[in-house]
């Protein structure tokens, strides 16, 4: 659980994680057998026809929370359930509190819980005298060492075998060895003998089925068997977001949930209790059963008609697994008890902007979440709307507010640009780097060179290299985004000497500006509007084919941000929607629309490598047209290791969270330069931003590359 | 409708790939013939319950204690089926049980059950087991011994949709899903089989 106070105390809190050598090897290691695990289990499956199932199943559950509570809780007080509802985590420890009072228990066996973990019930229960003891293996052992989980399903991820040795050596007293399976011997008989003394078993619920009254339960122990069996009370504590109406609705959800969570096909149990059965030590030979059912803010939540989404978590865990910087930093840091992007977002809703205000800014925006959610969550989307609401709330820091203020103003933007040129003049070097870094930024950010602004910016080169086409194939508009415009120009220039000789008219229209996510991911969704509708405006006089852009992070932004951005303005938005289904990337554009062949581009034959950007392979869902293209054009592809995980740069991020940029971007050198490729390619200026600066720094000789380049020198006169 | 044996392959592939334990067998009597064996081969010189060769806490020692035999559990079979089974664990030495398994918490050797249905994409076996006994019996022991007729092979867990809210209305109820035998990856996410329940599971898959 991390404790900042402030985003610089998160700083530290993160580089304490970056040092800790057993976690990164653990959590890299499953980061890459997470990966392949899903894929495997996932197989000849149709996923993603299965996660929108389940989206829509749980949105309509979530339409009808009220009606499906009723209905659980007819069906199973019918059935012999006592059934409560707790609008809070308070009310919820009181009623189980209440319970094991007027049942006079005194010992409780637990299986996992992430609710449980949600109303911190252990303390509350232990503040009442009760002795709780967690029975799943990672539970006990966190339980034992007074931590939170680290991760949703495997909580105890952070520790190492000999940690958990030392520990079952204090606690059996008696001297035990790290042998893993030693290990799980002695947590099963110290364990057994828990059951065996228990007067009341506390789980949680994966499903609360409405139209049969029942709850069920997905573990691999079997410990929950046992704690719903041997102990004569049983209280199952579940969020509202669990109810369904139907079995089919949590037996399609069980399809995914395992496999998405650790890539197993179906975990080793799966319980499912209707009513009061039999239980030989209680008194008439019924076992005493309540269902606690959380509200915790769920209902209020289920009424937003963006944040309901939040609803559809089946808590699988799988966004810490495909993230990034939780690969980094753990669970203790991403997260406060729910960890994760689900864990930013859910922080904020259960417990308090205060816990979640640092945590929400720590997120890259390279959409591995959002791409892997088994209830097709827009996680990222969801993350930034919560970090411009604490900003409105709280006020905005002041840079963000001053790029915001400046990137409304295309002009003042632009001429800020043009200014910088001059500026950096005493600091620029031949070779394109800034030689030292300005003052505004620390020592942090020296693990990569930046580079300098051009000489002349696209913009004001494009009367002069504007081709003329006779008998155009394609009208298309340029969208060139600013680092294309006033940093690397040329890599637009290459685009447009291919397109020329392809027969394609272009347009640049000049009153294009940032594409605005920048201020997004500081959390100004003002500006952001405001840039997007400038943008839509200035594309207006339109009749274009397609508009193009050689930036993957601008067309993931136009083409999915924008219709969201001004859906409330229904003029604009049909204009947006329109806007965003003329959005290509280059290299979709070059593959499947233009087609090009082999025969026109020299084979030169050097071996080259890619590096997909995070919003061209997630946020657009392209994948082969790059690489089809890199041999297309001449040269000879290598693949490289991780190819579709994050550089490290984020746009903004990487000005926040250096440290984890430097990382990020370390791992991702190391994988190229593993591959003995000569040129690295990629589709996004800002991923070449960070990559070239990043080998520079390292004395690399790799040249990184925009594929456009490659095809603009390789194509035959 | 699709035959149960239809999936039978898939199965097979499934629950091997979860560590089960699976063969085939021809009749109620060789499977009954199949515990006896397994359960004389099962650590032919120690009764100890797994785990309790480690140093245990003397609480956790002090129910190792209560185990003196090795011990068949077999709560759901039919009468004439368990009076066999009773009548061959006595001969080989063995104390057969069908119900009191509070009274065996310590751990049992064996498991004997038959299944209701078995699921084909996962290689799962469904047990309604609304008495305790047979929740215990699948539990504590060390090895879980079920039969599956071939003929209740289905698809997947929608096939049997129907079946569960058939046994599901009948209140009170209680259903389970098993798929191999129990495990963990809680520790460095190594692997681990039988953490609370069964350390195998062995399915007997019975022609009918």
């Known amino acids: 659980m991390q404790k900042a106070d402030n985003l610089k105390e998160y700083r530290d809190e993160l580089r304490e994680s970056l040092d800790n050598d057993f976690l990164r090897t653990t959590l890299d290691n499953f980061a890459v057998a997470y990966r392949a695990g899903r894929a495997n289990a996932f197989k000849d499956m149709d996923v993603r026809g299965l996660i929108d199932e389940i989206a829509c199943s749980k949105d309509e559950a979530t339409a009808n929370l009220d009606a499906l509570y009723r209905e659980f809780k007819e069906k199973a007080e019918a059935a012999g359930v006592h059934v409560h509802l707790a609008k809070d985590a308070q009310a919820a420890n009181d009623i189980i509190a209440a319970i094991a009072r007027k049942s006079n228990c005194q010992k409780i066996v637990k299986s996992k819980s992430m609710t449980a973990e949600e109303t911190l019930l252990n303390h509350a229960l232990e503040d009442e005298g009760l002795e709780v003891t967690e029975t799943d293996l990672g539970e006990w052992i966190i339980q034992l060492r007074h931590e939170g989980p680290s991760h949703m399903v495997m909580p105890a991820i952070h520790l190492s075998r000999y940690q958990v040795g030392d520990l079952f050596t204090e606690v059996t007293g008696k001297k035990q060895d790290s042998e893993i399976e030693k290990l799980v011997k002695v947590a099963r008989r110290e364990l057994r003998q828990k059951y065996v003394e228990a007067d009341m078993g506390i789980t949680g619920a994966n499903f609360a089925v409405a139209e049969t009254g029942s709850i069920g339960l997905v573990t691999n122990e079997g410990n929950a068997r046992l704690v719903t069996t041997l102990p004569r009370v049983h209280v199952a504590l579940m969020g509202l977001d669990k109810l369904l109406p139907t079995l089919h609705d949590a037996l399609r959800i069980l399809k995914a949930l395992p496999r998405n969570a650790t890539g197993q096909a179906i975990t080793s149990y799966v319980t499912w209790i209707t009513g009061a059965n039999e239980c030989a030590s209680a008194p008439d030979g019924k076992k005493e059963i309540h269902f606690v059912m959380l509200d915790n803010g769920r209902s209020e939540l289920a009424k937003d008609p963006l944040f309901s989404q939040v609803l559809r978590c089946v808590r699988c865990g799988a966004c810490a697994n495909v993230c990034p910087v939780y690969r980094l930093v753990g669970g203790h840091k991403m997260g406060h008890i729910y960890i994760g992007a689900i864990g930013l977002i859910l922080t904020y809703f259960f417990h308090g902007k205060h816990a979640a205000k640092n945590l929400i800014q720590n997120c890259i925006n390279c959409e591995a979440c959002k791409d892997i959610c088994a209830g097709g969550i827009d996680l990222p989307r969801l993350i930034k709307e919560i970090h411009a609401r604490i900003q409105d709330e709280d006020g905005h820091p002041l840079p963000s507010i001053l790029l915001g203020k400046v990137l409304k103003n295309r002009k003042l933007f632009h001429t800020l640009l043009r200014t910088a040129k001059w500026a950096q003049k005493p600091v620029a070097e031949k070779d394109g780097f800034i030689r030292h870094l300005p003052m505004v930024f620390a020592k942090e950010h020296g693990f990569r060179a930046l580079p300098t602004i051009a000489e002349t910016p696209f913009r004001d080169r494009w009367e002069e290299i504007r081709p003329v086409v006779d008998n155009p194939k394609y009208r298309v508009a340029l969208f060139s985004g600013c680092v294309q415009d006033f940093v690397y120009p040329e890599q637009m220039e290459a685009a447009v000497k291919l397109f020329g000789a392809e027969s394609v008219e272009m347009s640049y229209p000049m009153n294009q500006s940032c594409c605005g996510l920048p201020v997004q991911m500081m959390g100004e969704m003002k500006a952001s509007r405001e840039v997007c509708v400038q943008n839509l405006r200035a594309f207006e006089a339109g009749g274009y084919d397609y508009v193009i852009t050689l930036c993957a992070s601008c067309a993931a932004h136009l083409k999915h941000n924008y219709p969201k951005l001004v859906m409330d303005t229904p003029s604009l938005a049909l204009k947006a929607q329109e806007f965003a289904d003329k959005i290509i990337d280059y290299s979709s554009f070059v593959h499947d629309v233009l087609k090009v062949k082999a025969e026109d581009f020299v084979q030169t034959g050097g071996k080259a490598t890619y590096h997909a950007p995070c919003h061209l392979c997630r946020g657009l869902d392209v994948h082969a047209a790059p690489r089809e293209l890199i041999s297309t054009g001449g040269l000879e592809y290598v693949e490289c290791n991780e190819e579709e995980v994050c550089c490290g740069f984020g746009g903004t991020f990487s000005m926040k969270f250096p440290e984890l940029s430097a990382e990020l971007l370390k791992k991702k050198l190391a994988n190229v330069e593993a591959t003995g490729a000569e040129v690295l390619l990629t589709d996004c200026p800002g991923c070449i931003m960070q990559l070239r600066g990043g080998l520079k720094t390292r004395g690399s000789s790799v040249k990184v590359r925009h594929v456009s380049e490659v095809l603009a020198d390789n194509r035959r006169k | ?208």
Not at chain 2, 56 to 82: M, N, R
Not at chain 2, 128 to 141: F, I, K, Q, W
Not at chain 2, 188 to 202: D, F, K, Q, T
């Open chain 2, 1 to 208: 409708m699709t035959t149960g044996t239809d999936y039978c392959q898939t199965f097979v592939d499934k629950a091997k790939a979860v560590s089960a334990i699976v063969t085939e067998v021809k009749s109620d009597d060789e499977a009954l013939k199949y515990v006896i064996d397994l359960c004389d081969r099962k650590e032919v010189c120690q009764l100890l319950v797994s785990g309790c060769e480690r140093d245990l806490s003397d609480k956790a020692e002090k129910l190792c204690d209560l185990k003196q035999k090795k011990v068949i559990a077999a709560p759901g079979l039919k009468k004439p089926l368990y009076d066999k089974l009773a009548e061959m664990s006595a001969k080989a030495g063995f104390e057969c049980i069908d119900s009191g398994m509070r009274d065996h918490l310590a751990g049992v050797d064996i498991g004997f059950t038959y299944a209701e249905y078995g699921l084909a994409e996962t290689g799962t076996l469904m047990l309604d087991c609304p008495g305790e006994d047979m929740r215990l019996a699948t539990m504590v022991s060390e090895f879980h011994v079920c039969v599956l007729p071939k003929s209740k092979i289905r698809k997947d867990s929608y096939a049997v949709e129907k079946m569960m809210l058939t046994r599901m209305g009948k209140t009170p109820d209680y259903l389970a899903f098993i798929t191999g035998p129990s495990r963990t990856a809680d520790i460095e996410r190594v692997l681990a089989l039988g953490v609370h329940g069964p350390l195998e599971l062995h399915i007997l898959l019975m022609e009918d």
